[in-house]
């Protein structure tokens, strides 16, 4: 049916659907007075939906908050209720961690404590209001604003009883919400780390013990926003925070603490080879892997053709400590920011690919080969001191000494390995030992520890 020509209420011209289900539908309408644009939700007129309509429009028709979106009008019809309401325009969480990747621990805590802002506006109302439906589609990104939608399962704090239950959504519900036990606020807690652990990995909660080991191995966030994320998704409702506020102080001691700490300055490597096939895509990969695994937050650049970083994101989805883009680093790491170390894939070495390189540290693959010694002569005479250089395990001690002129402690033996994501423990005990020798890993060793010791 095309909604193009419809205006219902003489005010609201229909644009397009947002949103569709059995019972609800919801719009984008233009006023046609105010010419701006508006949410109209139209809700079919059955018994239970009633409730919905009833839920939405008590918990936002008194609320003010920057987070919440305000209601403008309310109209009926002979088979619809209809809420108009604010449009926001933005992406939700979810299209936001999609698009991202990854997400900083200072943003995860900034979303978290709007998010906590919001839901204890609601707790805290003249009425205690209980949102019961937080998830990321839920939530909207708007310039960094985080903005709460949908309230079709919130309901008074005083009238949940036995009988009430707001099945929610799997993976964000709390235990409770299933009629295990009674439903209050500590369920909207649950709910926010819920959000939290979403935020954190990219995927949604289950109380198997797969989704806490996955946060616990993950080095890419503080042990104390981890303590916070288990305690706000325990099982009983006694032991997780007593209230919305408490949980929110606790997000801004560490955000405090964060704050007074000086950052640590991210580390730009740059990844060049004499030749093709030389495995720069593969001892990148290698690593960016190795690296998000065991010492920081780590982002893999691909600077030349776009379809690496596509197969890698088809091969891995989003879901794996692996963050991979595509363009021009420059632009990428001003973007992408918070990460400790940014690898940049440039290919073949060229003198014209030089003139753009910015870095901390220089690493250039070279080749035994006939074939590649004079380009890798060549490159090894140009950057001298100033690159770190790695030739194949396999390469035997008197093909060494071709490369004689390269300063002790600067050439590394690459071990080799079919799969690059797959580090073990050959790959572990070579990337130890670039650690130890290269002095960006040396000195960003010293810099955690002093964080470390001042948190």
Not at 67 to 87: L, M, S
Not at 88 to 98: F, K, M, P
Request: proline share 3%; charged share 25%; net charge positive.
């Amino acid at each position: 049916m095309c909604h193009y020509y419809i205006i219902w209420f003489d005010k609201y011209h229909v644009i397009k659907i947002l949103a569709d289900n059995k019972y609800r539908t919801i719009y984008l309408t233009e006023h046609v007075k105010l010419n701006c644009y508006r949410v109209v939700k139209r809700i079919r007129k059955t018994l239970c939906m009633q409730e919905s309509f009833k839920n939405e429009v008590t918990s936002l028709r008194n609320l003010k908050h920057p987070n919440i979106p305000i209601i403008y009008d309310i109209e009926e019809d002979e088979d619809y209720y209809y809420i108009i309401e604010e449009f926001i325009e933005g992406e939700s969480l979810r299209a936001y961690r999609l698009n991202h990747g990854f997400i900083t621990e200072s943003k995860v805590l900034d979303f978290t404590i709007q998010l906590c802002d919001v839901i204890d506006t609601l707790h805290s109302s003249k009425e205690s209001i209980l949102y019961l439906d937080l998830k990321p589609n839920n939530i909207i990104i708007c310039k960094d604003v985080l903005k709460l939608i949908d309230f079709g399962a919130a309901i008074l704090e005083k009238e949940v009883d036995l009988r009430c239950r707001s099945f929610g959504t799997k993976g964000y519900a709390a235990p409770e919400q299933y009629g295990l036990q009674n439903i209050d606020k500590r369920s909207d807690i649950y709910g926010i780390g819920s959000v939290l652990f979403f935020l954190m990995t990219g995927c949604s909660f289950t109380d198997k013990k797969e989704s806490f080991q996955k946060i616990r191995k993950t080095n890419l966030y503080s042990v104390k926003l981890k303590q916070v994320l288990y305690r706000c998704l325990q099982f009983n409702p006694s032991r997780r925070y007593s209230s919305v506020e408490v949980l929110r102080t606790q997000l801004q001691k560490i955000q405090d603490r964060q704050n007074n700490i000086l950052p640590i300055t991210p580390i730009q490597i740059v990844i060049a080879g004499a030749e093709h096939r030389m495995g720069v895509t593969y001892f990148s990969i290698m690593l960016t892997v190795y690296l998000n695994q065991y010492v920081g937050k780590t982002l893999y650049i691909e600077t030349g053709n776009q379809q690496v970083v596509y197969a890698i994101k088809e091969q891995l989805g989003e879901q794996k400590n692996f963050f991979a883009v595509s363009g021009d680093p420059a632009e990428l790491i001003e973007k992408y920011s918070g990460y400790l170390f940014y690898i940049c894939d440039y290919g073949i070495w060229t003198e014209e690919k030089e003139q753009r390189w910015k870095y901390d540290e220089l690493f250039l693959l070279i080749g035994k080969q006939p074939w590649e010694r004079k380009v890798s002569q060549k490159m090894i005479s140009h950057f001298m001191e100033q690159a770190f250089y790695f030739i194949p395990k396999e390469t035997s001690y008197r093909s060494k000494i071709l490369f004689q002129e390269i300063r002790n402690g600067h050439l590394f033996q690459i071990p080799y390995q079919m799969n690059p994501f797959l580090v073990q423990k050959e790959q572990i005990k070579f990337m130890e030992e670039c650690i130890n020798k290269i002095p960006c890993f040396v000195g960003h060793k010293k810099r955690k520890l002093v964080r470390r010791l001042h948190w």
